[in-house]
């Protein structure tokens, strides 16, 4: 599993590819990363999109985790029972019903697996999960994935403004000096919103002030 710093980093990376653009790229803290290249040094500040930014964090953001601390535990527990002979996808619901314990959680919806690892799908088998399909696939290993809902709302060009707004302040800080600053705003990596770029309307309204 990726860390956080990885996953800056994989969006840094796909950025420069996307754009055909070619930097040394130096992890760093404030900002998240200096890219250094055509006698430029910049700095790189990244943060994922979420629908509920705020300066106090995103509720978004903290469900996520909780999912995947979760995915993650229920992942290792199948793959010591079942390794190989199933593929499992996982949907999870788009938000939290109810924090409870991530370890009963896990325990409940293996025992749930166990007893219908024979059905096709398992319907709404804990709070957090909308359902769980189970395919036979022989003797090759288990594969198992997860799916985090969207809650199909259109996403608005005003909900980039509080990261535009918070992270351009930050900057105004740094230390260094640089030719150039920019804002990496994630969306690929973020799975609490599972939304496209494309389906940005009026993004030209959002101004860039560093």
Known sequence: MLTAKEIERLAVEKYLQASNQSYEIEDFESPDFILRGKGKKIGCEVTEFYPDYSPKGSD???RE???????????TKLFEHYPQGYTIDINYKPY????????????????????NVNSRYINDPSKNIRGIFIHKIG??????????????????AEWLIPIIESKT???????????????LISIGPSRAGDISINRIKNLDSVKYIL
């Open 60 to 62: 978004l953001r903290q």
């Open 65 to 75: 985790r909780y999912l995947n601390n979760f995915h993650q535990k229920l992942k």
């Open 96 to 115: 939290i019903s109810e924090k409870s314990s991530t370890d009963l959680e896990v325990e409940s919806v293996f025992f749930n697996i166990k007893e």
């Open 139 to 156: 003797d090759f290993p288990i594969l198992i994935s997860q799916m985090i809902a969207t809650d199909n709302i259109t996403p608005k």
């Open 169 to 183: 302040k930050l900057m105004q800080n740094w230390n260094s000096t640089f030719n150039e600053k920019w804002l």
